[in-house]
């Protein structure tokens, strides 16, 4: 069983960043694809980015390239997910999740591990 836990949201003008952590304990962390997600009020669940076991690949939404950078550490059990050029319809609860087998797993059924999320607001 692998415990998650995202800390590093907040408030933040449209243009700044905002870097995300993941805490993971209980478990190895370091079998899993690691992913984020994010949920806008009204809206359901969607992926924002992957990164594999090895960190060798990583995968994201069309609407973050280039802005959004996930990233780990397994040696510290973390995951990371630094947003620059923040955008106000990136404002969301964000999820830490871990537990797949594929890197490109964009859905939330293919992760067994999930964290309470953390606010993110971007004001424009």
């Known amino acids: 069983q692998v415990r998650l836990v995202e800390s590093g949201g907040g408030l933040v003008q449209a243009g700044g960043s905002l870097r995300l952590s993941c805490a993971a304990s209980g478990g190895t962390f370091r079998i899993y694809v690691m992913g984020w997600f994010r949920q806008a009020p009204g809206k359901e669940r969607e992926f924002v980015a992957s990164i594999s076991e090895n960190s060798r690949y990583t995968y994201y939404t069309d609407s973050v390239k280039g802005r959004f950078t996930i990233s780990r550490d397994n040696a510290k059990n973390t995951g990371a997910l630094q947003m620059n050029s923040l955008k106000p319809e990136d404002t969301a609860v964000y999820y830490c999740?871990?537990?797949?087998?594929?890197?490109?797993?964009?859905?939330?059924?293919?992760?067994?591990?999930w964290g309470r999320g953390t606010q993110v607001t971007v004001s424009s």
């Open positions: 999740a871990a537990g797949s087998s594929s890197f490109i797993a964009t859905r939330s059924d293919q992760y067994r591990y």
